[in-house]
């Protein structure tokens, strides 16, 4: 809902008549960004990545970002994700200015609301699924029952309860991907963060874990925003949105 202060209620019509349509829902925002720019500095070299970007996401979205290469759409995602600090411009998830904080505030507030899904999964080799999983939940003071109980419901969520003991090269690139997934969903965040989930994936595999991705927003209502550079991936998301040099565009650039 582009415009809507972060934070609002959802909306509701007020003396609908009998026999009236039902108001359609509309999502309190849940990212908000304002007039958001990067700028990385080499020496004397200034290099201005994204420029004065505005864009709501509202809870429960699934957002495609795409562009050429070089249009800011992984630096907008990584600032979006806490990973790294804007130039200029706010930056709210949930009502919490992220572009205020400093970098322990940031760590910890990534820590619990983001989880994050990359193109090489970032497995670790001598770990197996579960004790992978299970990663996120050592920064906690959650016990080690819990921690195991944690990663079983979510390997069990990603199809893969079975595979809980098998490490990294026991799994083939898709299963080792579904368990990336279930690592990010392990602390239960408010917003996934995906960089190209599927870019070192087969067309089929790949729209196997896009369809999970897709049954994590509709039926538990993950809030996701994703890169991808391939039109099939985006056409699971509700919604598309383009950058080109920075900016957003209306219309794919060619």
Not at 200 to 229: C, P, S, W, Y
Request: charged share 25%; aromatic share 4%.
């Amino acid at each position: 809902m582009a415009g809507a202060p972060a934070g609002d209620a959802p909306v509701r019509s007020a003396g609908t008549a009998a026999g009236d349509a039902a108001p359609a829902r509309v999502e309190p925002v849940l990212v908000e960004v304002r007039a958001l720019t990067k700028v990385y500095e080499r020496g004397a070299q200034r290099i201005q990545v994204l420029h004065g970007i505005d864009l709501d996401i509202p809870r429960g979205d699934f957002v495609a970002l795409m562009g050429p290469s070089g249009s800011g759409k992984t630096t907008l995602l990584n600032l979006i994700g806490g990973l790294d600090s804007p130039t200029d411009g706010v930056l709210r998830v949930d009502g919490v200015a992220i572009d205020d904080l400093d970098a322990d505030a940031l760590a910890a507030w990534r820590a619990d609301t983001v989880g994050f899904i990359f193109q090489s999964y970032n497995l670790m080799p001598v770990l197996s699924a579960q004790k992978n999983v299970e990663l996120p939940l050592l920064l906690t003071d959650m016990g080690a029952s819990e921690r195991t109980r944690r990663a079983r419901v979510a390997l069990e969520l990603v199809g893969l309860g079975e595979r809980a003991g098998h490490k990294p090269n026991e799994l083939s690139g898709g299963q080792q991907q579904r368990v990336a997934i279930a690592r990010a969903l392990v602390s239960d965040p408010l917003l996934l963060i995906c960089d190209e989930p599927t870019g070192d994936l087969d067309r089929k595999t790949a729209d196997e874990v896009l369809t999970l991705l897709q049954r994590l927003n509709a039926e538990f209502g993950k809030t996701i925003v994703m890169v991808t550079h391939d039109p099939k991936a985006a056409d699971y998301a509700r919604r598309t949105v383009h950058l080109d040099k920075g900016t957003l565009v209306d219309e794919p650039v060619h």
